[in-house]
């Protein structure tokens, strides 16, 4: 089954300075891999997804991710952070074959001004 | 537009009583789910549904029930067992469990409280 781990529970950036969320999967294949954002209180938004092709992928908000087949990575980037990017950002990782996404357990992310 | 609809958006129950908690999706998808929310926990399944009457349990469905009699909707009950049910619940819906078909979009959540 696969798995994956966000090492970072909080993290604190200035407004204006990048960004980089970690995330790392445990699946034997190539993986289906997405970032959500979720704002307090309010549902998940998808950020972006890695199927296949390219493996550095553009989203919405101005943010990308890269997929390193080598590391078992997909982080997260921001290259100027805004402060409505606070928010708590979740990586999932699915299979497919009738499996269902695996999320991780969260970065939450302070923008300070 | 297309989208998935929860209601309602803060529920209130005293404890001993059952609560139904609904989800209604107009994308046409096949599976949906149901995850609860606490803080530091991220999303924890409770049970999905990858088409019409059948459901699975997830990772913590003791003190759950769902139904799915239709292909719209997914209503979620949270029982008089359910030890700690204050919580924030969020329904999700896919086209399937099929590689990127199980892309999942999500609905605006409940937050239940129990007093």
């Known amino acids: 089954a696969q798995s994956v781990t966000q090492p970072d529970i909080h993290i604190t950036v200035s407004e204006g300075a990048s960004l980089e969320l970690r995330c790392n999967y445990s699946?034997?294949?190539?993986?289906?891999l997405f970032w959500y954002v979720q704002s307090p209180g309010q549902g998940l938004q998808l950020l972006l997804k890695y199927f296949s092709g390219d493996t550095l992928v553009q989203g919405i908000k101005g943010f990308e991710a890269e997929f390193k087949r080598s590391q078992s990575s997909f982080n997260l980037r921001k290259p100027s952070v805004h402060w409505s990017d606070a928010a708590e950002y979740f990586c999932?990782?699915?299979?497919?074959?009738?499996?269902?996404?695996?999320f991780g357990t969260g970065t939450q992310l302070k923008v300070e001004l | 537009d297309g989208g998935i609809t929860q209601s309602p958006k803060y529920l209130f129950r005293k404890e001993g009583q059952n609560v139904t908690l609904s989800c209604e999706q107009n994308?046409?998808?096949?599976?949906m789910y149901w995850y609860r929310q606490d803080p530091g926990q991220g999303l924890r399944l409770i049970y999905y549904?990858?088409?019409?009457?059948?459901?699975q349990k997830g990772d913590i469905a003791e003190g759950y029930s769902v139904s799915r009699e239709k292909k719209e909707s997914f209503p979620l009950t949270v029982t008089s067992a359910q030890k700690n049910p204050t919580a924030f619940y969020l329904c999700?819906?896919?086209?399937?469990?099929?590689?990127?078909?199980?892309?999942?979009?999500f609905g605006p959540g409940t937050r239940l409280t129990v007093l």
């Open positions: 699946y034997g294949a190539t993986p289906y």
């Open positions: 999700a819906s896919s086209i399937d469990l099929q590689g990127p078909h199980n892309e999942q979009f």
């Open positions: 994308l046409n998808h096949d599976a």
């Open positions: 549904s990858q088409i019409v009457n059948d459901f």
């Open positions: 999932a990782v699915g299979a497919g074959g009738g499996n269902k996404l695996t």
